[in-house]
């Protein structure tokens, strides 16, 4: 018997990029969508992609087929899951939120860079970040999953075997990051119309991300340590897709860099290391739950660059998601998870 999946705000790049990862899925199925904006509306009405393939509605969000379903993901702002993923959990309805409301275990520090009180301690302590790389153990546990975000994935992976190797200064790490388009969302918005990014290249949130937080706390708990982290994004005119281009100052010389990384990440599907000499783009993961990483040794400056890609809807979020929902309910953790990048 197929898994009854729930999505909650599905009107979103997110949102219909679970859809389609799902309508492939061997053992999960749609039952229920919701948005208040479109309730009453056929998917393929929205979501043109979808016709022929579904004849599912929108409902609202406190609609009943909700609570027949095994599993919730929540695509939507922050403070909407933090508020109603409890009513799903005690009918023993497991939950996934894309969000941000359960990715920063301390409240105090979550309610600084989301502006509003986290009123769900008890449910932000039972969270598990979702990185199956990292905590697989912990997710297949769990009931409720905070699934990381796209930034943080890029970079999280790009790190991990330097810091728990202590092949790294922890004091100095620069993370020189680039999204799409799409990660900003599927709201109108001035700054992301196509006459605003084309032909264009910024950078924004310098001051502040809200994914620093997030990023900072997973590297910690690696490392065992404090993390010294200047994390920039930029917004590259593109419709999908993550680079994160870290800095780091190599301690000692005498580990084979290249094979530490094929050593930790061997048995990882969804994780792959590239050749010396050879560099990721973000095309090769496109469309698809792959992280592709390669690194570099500038011998003048004694640093180590990391080059990490994924797609921010695939691995970064919707994708990532499923794997997540496959550890949980017991599946085999790459169901439906290994469409190959597109090229072109």
């Keep these: 018997m197929k898994l009854k999946v729930g999505i909650i705000g599905g009107s979103g790049y997110t949102g219909i990029e679970l859809l389609r990862l799902l309508h492939q899925h061997p053992g999960a199925e749609v039952h229920a969508i919701t948005s208040r904006a479109l309730q009453g509306k056929k998917l393929y009405e929205v979501f043109p992609n979808m016709h022929g393939m579904s004849d599912l509605s929108y409902l609202l969000p406190d609609d009943e087929k909700l609570f027949e379903c095994d599993v919730v993901f929540f695509a939507t702002p922050h403070g909407v899951a933090m508020n109603s993923a409890g009513l799903f959990l005690e009918r023993n309805i497991k939950v996934i939120d894309l969000g941000a409301d359960f990715r920063i275990t301390d409240s105090a520090i979550w309610s600084e860079w989301y502006n509003m009180e986290h009123t769900q301690e008890s449910l932000l302590n039972e969270a598990v970040y ?7 153990s912990a997710i297949k546990d769990a009931r409720l999953i905070a699934n990381p975000g796209c930034y943080p994935t890029a970079v999280i992976l790009a790190l991990k075997p330097l810091l728990e190797n202590n092949l790294i200064d922890p004091s100095n790490i620069i993370a020189d990051c680039k999204s799409g388009a799409s990660g900003a969302g599927r709201n109108a918005n001035q700054a992301t119309l196509l006459c605003e990014i084309t032909e264009s290249f910024k950078p924004y949130g310098i001051s502040g991300h809200r994914h620093f937080p997030e990023i900072k706390q997973e590297l910690e708990s690696i490392s065992g340590g404090t993390i010294g982290l200047t994390f920039t994004p930029h ?4 419709s999908r897709g993550i680079e994160a281009t870290i800095y780091a100052d190599l301690i000692g010389s005498d580990t084979d860099i290249l094979t ?5 990440y061997e048995n990882e599907e969804f994780v792959k290391i590239l050749p010396e000499g050879v560099y990721p783009e973000t095309r090769s993961v496109k469309s698809s739950n792959y992280c592709q990483i390669s690194i570099q040794y500038v011998e003048h ?5 990391i080059m990490s890609v994924i797609d921010n809807l695939g691995k970064g979020a919707a994708g990532q998601a ?8 017991g599946l085999d953790e790459k169901e439906g998870l290994l469409e190959i990048g597109l090229l072109p």
Aim: with cysteine; glycine share 4%; proline share 7%.
């Design 260 to 264: 530490c990384y094929e050593n930790a």
């Design 130 to 136: 979702g990185q199956p790389e990292i905590k697989r």
């Design 301 to 305: 400056s004694n640093k180590l660059v």
């Design 322 to 329: 499923i794997q997540n929902m496959n550890l949980m309910f």
């Design 235 to 238: 917004l590259v005119p593109m």
